[in-house]
T-cell receptor, first 116, second 113 residues
């Protein structure tokens, strides 16, 4: 079945440091890939997505490129802020049978702590 | 109100109680989901409703009973739960389709005593 593997955290960084969170996936078809972020006490929010190979998703200074050859979708940010402290989830979605919802497979999440 | 709203935010219940979690979405979506988030475990998809029909039930114990009376509302009815059911229960909604992102509520933190 489909699976998503993320690096385990916690990842602790200083402000303005470079952040990379690795994500690799296993899927039988051509999945869409997502990064979600969860701030303390809240639900998950979509951070960015990519729907086909070589697509780059970007939002709020974060970027991730869909690499089919390495089955990866690593998340990067060039200069993190304290407000980026959160748990980050990589997820994939396979092509769905019509009217069957959009069932995401999530990675285990990576906690990021940014210190001033 | 906009987005996905879940109530209550926190719930403590005994193993013999019956309670319900409520989710409401104001996004015009036609699919809704229940996820369970436990400490140190990946998010677990519990149920999916699409166009008000249940299309996924991931081997969830019968002590969890979902209900989707219309496309904007989703309930999770709970009865005779176990302590290991304590978790954050997240509701989400989306449009149909592989590329449609899920929009999550803030969750209900459930503690079973």
């Amino acid at each position: 079945g489909d699976s998503v593997t993320q690096m385990e955290g916690p990842v602790t960084l200083s402000e303005e440091a470079f952040l990379t969170i690795n994500c690799t996936y296993t899927a039988t078809g051509y999945p869409s890939l997502f990064w979600y972020v969860q701030y303390p006490g809240e639900g998950l929010q979509l951070l960015l997505k990519a729907t086909k190979a070589d697509d780059k998703g970007s939002n709020k200074g974060f970027e991730a490129t869909y690499r089919k050859e390495t089955t990866s979708f690593h998340l990067e940010k060039g200069s993190v802020q304290v407000s980026d402290s959160a748990v980050y989830f990589c997820a994939l979605s396979e092509g769905m049978i019509k009217a069957a919802g959009n069932k995401l497979t999530f990675g285990g999440g990576t906690r990021v702590l940014v210190k001033p | 109100e906009t987005g996905v709203t879940q109530t209550p935010r926190h719930l403590v219940m005994g193993m013999t109680n019956k309670k319900s979690l409520k989710c409401e979405q104001h996004l015009g979506h036609n699919a809704m989901y229940w996820y369970k988030q436990s400490a140190k475990k990946p998010l677990e998809l519990m149920f999916v409703y699409s166009l008000e029909e249940r299309v996924e039930n991931n081997s969830v114990p019968s002590r969890f009973s979902p209900e989707c009376p219309n496309s904007s509302h989703l309930f999770l009815h709970l009865h005779t739960l176990q302590p290991e059911d304590s978790a954050l229960y997240l509701c989400a909604s989306s449009q149909e389709g592989q590329n449609s992102p899920l929009h999550f509520g803030n969750g209900t933190r459930l503690t079973v005593t």
